[in-house]
């Protein structure tokens, strides 16, 4: 994987980019089928919109996040059709100083990285420090891209169940991260820095799900 930091890509991203905090997701529970087709996104909140300012590459426009009891859902648009070459960075611990700092920005400390789909993990001096993660990557989908092709959207689903090999210590620890979305082509492009809590069923859902086993167990 090559090292994604030039000097003139980092500056020209600097100067486009002006962050304050963290944008604040309001969490969504949901279950997303990873194909071609994104209509189960219709509902789920638009939570980071980005400029057209990487004219003719990997260029972000929007990100909506979901989860369920097993996975975390990205869905991502962009402003021209290419995909490929998004890195998906993921601050396991909230800390921007236990993990890489994308571009040097100060945004994220990330642990957990993916360039497209393929897994790697990071720390504070390396990029990939060759240690990986374990899950089911290609089966339920520790990270499962629903296609290899450019796009102007895509969505990725990552297991909540992977764990860090280095230490074998969760990827997902507790039910709050952050996240940035990136690429290296082009002047390069970055996402706002994303905080993302983990959200549970609605009651209502729970209530059935109760009325359902009360039938269940009467039946038998």
């Given at each position: 994987m090559r090292h994604p930091f030039g000097s003139t890509r980092l500056l020209a991203i600097a100067a486009a980019t002006t962050?304050?905090?963290?944008?604040?997701?309001?969490?969504?529970?949901?279950?997303?089928?990873?194909?071609d087709d994104h209509s189960d996104w219709a509902g789920i909140p638009v939570i980071d919109s980005d400029p057209a300012d990487n004219v003719g590459f990997v260029d972000i426009a929007t990100t909506q996040i979901a989860n369920d009891n097993d996975f975390l859902y990205i869905r991502n648009t962009f402003h021209t059709p290419m995909s490929l070459g998004l890195f998906t960075a993921?601050?396991?611990?909230?800390?921007?100083?236990?993990?890489?700092?994308?571009?040097?920005l100060g945004l994220i400390g990330s642990?957990?990285?993916?360039?497209?789909?393929?897994?790697?993990?990071?720390?504070?001096?390396?990029?990939?420090?060759?240690?990986?993660?374990?899950?089911?990557?290609f089966g339920s989908g520790a990270a499962?891209?629903?296609?290899?092709?450019?796009?102007?959207?895509?969505?990725?689903?990552?297991?909540?169940?992977?764990?860090?090999?280095?230490?074998?210590?969760?990827?997902?620890?507790?039910?709050?991260?952050?996240l940035l979305f990136w690429t290296d082509l082009g002047n390069g492009d970055?996402?706002?820095?994303?905080?993302?809590?983990?959200?549970v069923p609605e009651p209502a859902t729970l209530s059935l799900a109760g009325v359902g086993l009360l039938v269940l167990l009467r039946r038998r």
């Amino acid at each position: 994987m090559r090292h994604p930091f030039g000097s003139t890509r980092l500056l020209a991203i600097a100067a486009a980019t002006t962050f304050g905090a963290a944008t604040a997701s309001a969490s969504t529970f949901a279950t997303i089928t990873i194909d071609d087709d994104h209509s189960d996104w219709a509902g789920i909140p638009v939570i980071d919109s980005d400029p057209a300012d990487n004219v003719g590459f990997v260029d972000i426009a929007t990100t909506q996040i979901a989860n369920d009891n097993d996975f975390l859902y990205i869905r991502n648009t962009f402003h021209t059709p290419m995909s490929l070459g998004l890195f998906t960075a993921l601050d396991s611990d909230s800390n921007t100083a236990t993990g890489f700092d994308i571009f040097g920005l100060g945004l994220i400390g990330s642990e957990a990285g993916w360039q497209n789909d393929f897994p790697f993990t990071q720390d504070a001096a390396n990029f990939n420090n060759g240690f990986g993660m374990s899950g089911d990557f290609f089966g339920s989908g520790a990270a499962l891209l629903d296609a290899f092709a450019d796009s102007d959207e895509r969505e990725l689903a990552i297991s909540l169940d992977i764990i860090f090999n280095q230490d074998s210590s969760a990827v997902f620890p507790d039910d709050s991260i952050n996240l940035l979305f990136w690429t290296d082509l082009g002047n390069g492009d970055v996402s706002a820095p994303i905080s993302y809590t983990l959200a549970v069923p609605e009651p209502a859902t729970l209530s059935l799900a109760g009325v359902g086993l009360l039938v269940l167990l009467r039946r038998r």
